[in-house]
C-alpha cells in the first residue's frame, strides 16, 4: 500500500533536522511522497524541510486543519497512487519510528482509522493536567453522542484515502483531530487506537497548550466542533450510512 507523510508545520525550524533524520529512519515500508505544509513560518521552515527532501507546499491561511486540507489536495492532485495518509506533527513529540505501529493496522486492512493514543506511553510533563482532563472530556462526550469509544484525539493517526473521501474534512482550525474521530464515529469508519510514546516537544513552545489563550480556544473549538456534528448528525445533516 502507498502512504504517504503529511507534516503540518508552523515556525519549527529547530526540530526539522532531528525530525528527518528519524523519519529517515523507519523501516520499510518506504512512504510513497512526504510532504511538508508550511503554515505561514517566518522562521525559515519551509527551506530547511526542502534542504531535507520533503515536498513543501506553502499555506498562508493559518490553522492545523488548513495545513492538512492543503496537503490533502496536493496529493489528491500529484500523487493519485497514494492509498493512505499518515499525519505527523514536526515538533518531535511524537517519535516517527511509532509510525510502524499505527501503520500497521491499515497495512494488514484491519482498519481504515488507526490513531496514535498518548495516554499510556506519555512522559512526565508531555502532557500537562489540562490536556489531559480536555482529552477526557472530549472523548467521553464522543462516547455520550456516538457511543464509540477512544481514549485520545493524538495528533499521529493514519487513514485510508477511501475513509478521508467518506468524512469529507472540512474544518481548518484545532477542530480537525476531533472532526476526523467524531465523523468516522458517525459514518461507519473502522477505527482502532494504538498505544505510541509521547515526549515534550523537541524545541520551542506549542502553539497550542505552551499559552493559556491557546488551550482555551483550542478546547472551545473542540467541543463545539463534536456538538454541532453530533447535532447535524441527529438532524439528518451527517449521515450514519457507510455510502
Known sequence: MNIALLIPAFNEAP???PLFQAIAKVPEPVFAAVVLVDNGSTDGT?????????TVLTETRRGYGAACLCGLEWLRQHEPEVEAVLFLDADLSDDPMACVDVMAPILTFEADLVIG????????????????IGNQIACRLIY??????????????CITWRA?????????TWGWTVEMQMKAALRGVRVQEVSVPYRR????????SGTISG???????????????????RSGSVSRSTK
Open 15 to 17: 526540530n526539522l533536522e
Open 46 to 54: 519551509g527551506e530547511i524541510a526542502q534542504r531535507c527532501g520533503a
Open 117 to 132: 493514543s498518548r495516554v499510556q506511553q506519555a512522559e512526565v510533563g508531555a502532557l500537562n493536567i489540562v490536556q489531559r
Open 144 to 157: 455520550w453522542t456516538t457511543g464509540k469509544r477512544y481514549s485520545d484525539l493524538g495528533p499521529m493517526r
Open 164 to 172: 478521508l473521501q467518506k468524512i469529507d474534512m472540512q474544518d481548518q
Open 201 to 208: 516537544r523537541h524545541a520551542g513552545r506549542s502553539k497550542i
Open 215 to 233: 488551550v482555551v480556544r483550542a478546547g472551545y473549538k473542540i467541543i463545539t466542533t463534536i456538538l454541532v456534528l453530533w447535532w447535524k448528525n
